[in-house]
């Protein structure tokens, strides 16, 4: 296995560190304020970094890209350019206080997951109420908003009802119903381009923004497998029959190693057989394939080296 990416200094100012991209400001240029995301192989899970699979940066940057284009007659978006595999050049955004889940399906492995909730019983989630019957991993009668609010660094999302950002003056009333709208028109698209490509969406995470202008923005990352479950149709039915979970694209198989573990992302992390992370990179790389349909071409490595030399050639450094 190649080294992953996991670290990057640059010499561009105010710096922030997520818990896989990092990001900088960009001289302002006619489209205004912009900010260099470089996305890393860092992979979270339980909202931390666990590890660093090779790879994945690219994939999820490029895949990333591959979505706004497709997606830009819904709602416009952050992305401006891509100077690099792993780098996007993107419109600055003030980012809305709640991230914006849509579920397709009811699904999960953790307590505080939807099946994991419904499962104990509860009827009522994220304000929407459940039909009693739903088996596990099966679609929802229609798909719902589930919004959680976003945590500070460290901190676990909270998740609350589609009513209590308006409520809770997170969100203005009609800029919300707007996200809402979009965030679910978004996620019929997601769908519908899944499925000519044999796979099923079954949940995502939307992150919007206002521009300068007071302008709504797709921002951060769309239908990728860190934000979203993918699941390859092929073999869902098949798998759900025998009581087996969904095969996934995403890093389901990370959270289910730790769950096989006991580990639901509370105390040390237990270590994973190497095994587990050389199949998440190959599943992310399927996953831009499956998606896309064009075949996932590896940038040079190692990573930053070649990144600082496209930003220089971009005269962006
Ligand atoms: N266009 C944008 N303008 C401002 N902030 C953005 C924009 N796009 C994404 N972000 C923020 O940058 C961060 C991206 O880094 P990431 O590693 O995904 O963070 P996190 O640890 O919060 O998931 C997120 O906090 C996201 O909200
Ligand atoms: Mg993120």
Redesign the pocket.
Known sequence: MVDAFTELDLPLADR????????WTLPRDEAGER?L?V??D?L?AF?RVLAGVPYKGQVLNQLSAWWFERTQDIVAN?ALGAPDPNALV??????LPVEVVVRGRITGVTDTSLWGMYSTGERVLYGHRFPDGLQKNTPLPKPIVTPTT?AE?GGHDEPITVAEVTERNLVEPALWSQVTEVALALFQRGVEIGDDAGLILADTKY?F?LSPDGDL?L???VHTP?SSRWWVAETLEGRLAAGEEPESLDKEVVRRAYAELGYTGHGPTPKLDESVWTQTSDRYIDAYERITGDPFVAGNQPVAPRLIQRLREAALL
Do not use: M, N, Q
């Open positions: 922030r560190e997520g818990k896989v991209r990092i990001s900010r995301f996305t890393t860092r979270s909202d952050h993107a419109r600055c955004a003030k980012p976003k660094a992150e923004g923005l921002i951060d990352e860190d």
